[in-house]
């Protein structure tokens, strides 16, 4: 076994640099690249920091200021031996290190290689993996609380658990067919169908629950709406943090959909600025984005309706306030600076808030707003599906599963149910990782950040 290392920190100067190792020749690197301050050391005691200088020997330098830790096989992160150095965090001193490393024998780890290697040696399941690894990635607080509220290893348990009563099922049918009308073997059929029943809602279940992990991903996605010239983009560079869209007192400026991931107030939401509405254009490029605009509300879980307060209310607005009732919307009634037009004047039906983007005027109670209309979630009981993976094996276990209930109950109950439920306890065994092949597995971890 290769002894791997990698930087495990972001390569940016930092007060703090880390540097991990894993693998047989940790104990002998350390007493080479690593001299302790106090003589008491080495032999280094397990999970304590020590201080000391790091031996950069190939380089002739010595680098003050470290601190080693020292991490006793089978009880570490990968359940190999394994150490980490702290440093002054220079990505420059890093790499040197790595470089040292390298000298001294170790190779640079692939992306996700010390959490394969804690797969492979039994300390981490291959979903508590994935998640782990959605728990770095993932852009919002809430997100990176849901993932850690899954850390418990429930989802393997559940497929775990679910694979093996396909297995079940499937050695009492083949049994049944083999030595059905020999040894009378007979199923009990409404058990079994029972049995199917049950099994199917358990899929159903996990897979409600993906749309909540999606959120993980990438938050609501909300599309900023309305007429043209009213604020759009101005909103849209406002929560975005940046100058991205174009500004401009001409309407129709904006024409592309522009994206941008950002983060209100906890929670994930991919911002959308799109072009402006109106019913008048001969301009075949703003009919262009007129038409994308509206394909793009329809697959949004939201909509910001801006709308301009100090002009006439106009046909448009009354269509567009018409047509967005029926999802969640936030109606942002803005020039606020410019005074209100008495025909604004009436309480919508949705969520609403009159401000000025412009001077900043009630721009402080948009955020708290924003949340409130958009940020709930509705968590089901039970495991988290996380990755596109997972929901995938999920699916196909379930579609292969309905054809045997199908089967089933036109008594159609051959070799062809048995391959069924074959596929059925394959996918579920590919979603815990009981069965996968390596070419699986090797995505999954290509995904990882290199020195996770
Ligand atoms: N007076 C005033 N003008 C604003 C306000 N917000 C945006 N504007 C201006 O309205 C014009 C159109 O803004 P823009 O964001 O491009 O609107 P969009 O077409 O809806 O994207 C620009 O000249 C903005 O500076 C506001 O609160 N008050
Ligand atoms: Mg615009």
């Not at 100067?13 to 050391?41: D, E, H, M, T, W």
């Not at 009630?362 to 988290?384: A, H, M, N, Q, V």
Request: net charge negative; charged share 25%.
């Amino acid at each position: 076994m290769e002894t791997i290392c990698a930087i495990c920190t972001a390569l940016h100067p930092a007060a703090v640099g880390i540097v991990r190792v894993s693998g047989p020749q940790v104990p002998n690197l350390a007493s080479i690249l690593f001299k302790a301050k106090s003589s008491a050391y080495p032999p280094f005691p397990p999970g304590r920091l020590v201080l000391g200088t790091l031996q950069l020997r190939t380089q002739g330098r010595e680098i003050p200021h470290c601190l080693f830790c020292y991490f006793a096989g089978p009880h570490s992160y990968t359940g190999e031996d394994c150490c980490e150095f702290h440093c002054i965090g220079n990505p420059i001193l890093l790499a040197d290190l790595v470089d040292e490393l390298v000298v001294a024998g170790c190779s640079v780890a692939k992306p996700g290689e010390f959490t394969r290697r804690a797969w492979e040696n039994g300390r981490i399941d291959l979903t508590t993996a994935e998640i782990l690894n959605e728990f770095v990635r993932t852009r919002s607080r809430a997100g990176m609380l849901l993932a850690a509220s899954q850390f418990s290893g429930e989802l393997f348990r559940t497929a775990h658990l679910i694979r093996e009563r396909l297995i079940h099922l499937l050695s009492t049918l083949e049994a049944s067919i083999e030595f059905g009308e020999t040894d009378r073997i007979s199923i009990n059929k409404e058990e079994m169908a029972r049995e199917l029943r049950d099994l199917l809602h358990q899929h159903d279940c996990l897979l409600k629950n993906f749309s909540t992990a999606q959120l993980l991903r990438e938050g609501r996605r909300i599309a900023i709406s309305g007429k043209a010239n009213v604020g759009k983009s101005t909103l849209f560079n406002y929560l975005a943090g940046q100058e991205r869209a174009i500004v401009h007192p001409q309407p129709g400026t904006t024409r592309d959909i522009l994206r941008e991931i950002v983060e209100l107030g906890g929670i994930a939401v991919t911002l959308h600025d799109t072009a402006g509405l109106r019913t008048d254009s001969d301009d075949g490029l703003e009919v262009e984005g007129m038409r994308r605009t509206r394909r793009l509300i329809e697959e949004c879980d939201g909509v910001i309706l801006v709308a301009d307060g100090s002009a006439p209310l106009e046909e448009i607005d009354r269509t567009l306030l018409r047509v967005n009732q029926s999802r969640p919307c936030l109606l942002v009634i803005n020039k606020a600076d410019l005074g209100q037009h008495p025909e604004w004047s009436f309480k919508p039906d949705m969520p609403a808030i009159r401000l000025s983007l412009r001077t900043g005027l009630r721009c402080d109670s948009l955020i708290p707003l924003l949340r409130e209309t958009f940020g709930k979630f509705d968590i089901e009981e039970g495991p988290l599906l996380v990755t596109l993976r997972q929901k995938e094996c999920v699916s196909r276990s379930k579609s292969s599963l309905q054809m045997v209930l199908d089967a089933y109950l036109s008594h159609d109950f051959e070799e062809v149910v048995v391959e069924d439920l074959r596929l059925a306890a394959q996918a579920m065994g590919e979603l815990s990782g009981d069965v996968c092949s390596t070419e699986i597995i090797d995505r999954i971890f290509a995904d990882f950040c290199i020195g996770k």
